[in-house]
């Protein structure tokens, strides 16, 4: 497998921008995390999906995220509008029955 | 909520000597306590986790020991290496849930 993969790799966009990351899981894992890592915040769960539903997303910070999980294999979250503190290594990982987590490579979004 | 404490922020030791990281954890529901390393610009990594049944451990030269009862766990890395330097995350799941609560790393430099 390849692994959980992400994209894209790096972003920049300007403030009020729409921005999607994208997520595939390792197949076969039926849990899938999306954080956010900052110096400022460190490593910080956003939400959690089970089976393609959303558990907990208790970390979202506002309104303005959002994500989704169509199916097993793809993820998406979503920031609109955009803003600079929103700047930050977004990493997607899966597992299997919510155990050992599998990190993708991270989206690095800045947001001028 | 789960809250994870970690100490030291940054430790810097010898090539050859050992390094301990110690964690606290606030949730005496929490059941699984995963370690992960993260090298620079990579995704973290699991590199060992323990569950609540068992105290202690033990894969080559990474160790992770458990006490339950005082709610905190450690990572002993014996015979250091320049390549075990890294950010190192301890974690510890919330109310028995998938959900990890990370704490906020430790800088570990192993000097040649």
């Known amino acids: 497998d390849a692994g959980v993969i992400q994209s894209p790799r790096h972003e920049v966009t300007e403030m009020g921008q729409e921005v999607t990351l994208r997520c595939k899981p390792i197949?076969?894992?039926?849990?899938l995390f999306w954080y956010r890592q900052t110096m400022m915040r460190g490593l910080e769960l956003l939400i959690y999906f089970n089976n393609n539903v959303p558990i907990d997303d208790s970390g979202m910070p506002e309104d303005r995220f959002s994500a989704k999980m169509p199916n097993a294999s793809f993820s998406t979250l979503k920031i609109q509008p955009s803003e600079p503190r929103d700047s930050a290594v977004y990493f997607c990982?899966?597992?299997?029955?919510?155990?050992?987590?599998?990190f993708g490579p991270g989206t690095r979004l800045t947001v001028t | 909520g789960e809250n994870v404490e970690q100490h030291p922020s940054t430790l810097s030791v010898q090539e050859g000597d050992s390094a301990v990281i110690k964690c606290t954890y606030s949730d005496s529901a929490s059941n699984y306590f995963p370690w992960y390393k993260q090298e620079l610009g990579k995704r973290p990594q699991l590199i060992i986790d323990i569950r609540s049944n068992v105290g202690e451990k033990k894969d080559q030269r990474i160790a992770v020991t458990l006490n339950k009862t005082a709610k905190h766990f450690s990572l002993h890395i014996t015979e250091t290496q320049p390549e075990d330097s890294a950010v190192y995350f301890c974690?510890?799941?919330?109310?028995?849930?998938?959900?990890?609560?990370f704490g906020t790393g430790t800088k570990l430099q192993v000097i040649p």
């Open positions: 974690a510890a799941n919330s109310g028995g849930y998938q959900k990890v609560t």
């Open positions: 990982a899966s597992s299997f029955q919510g155990w050992e987590q599998y």
């Open positions: 197949s076969g894992h039926d849990y």
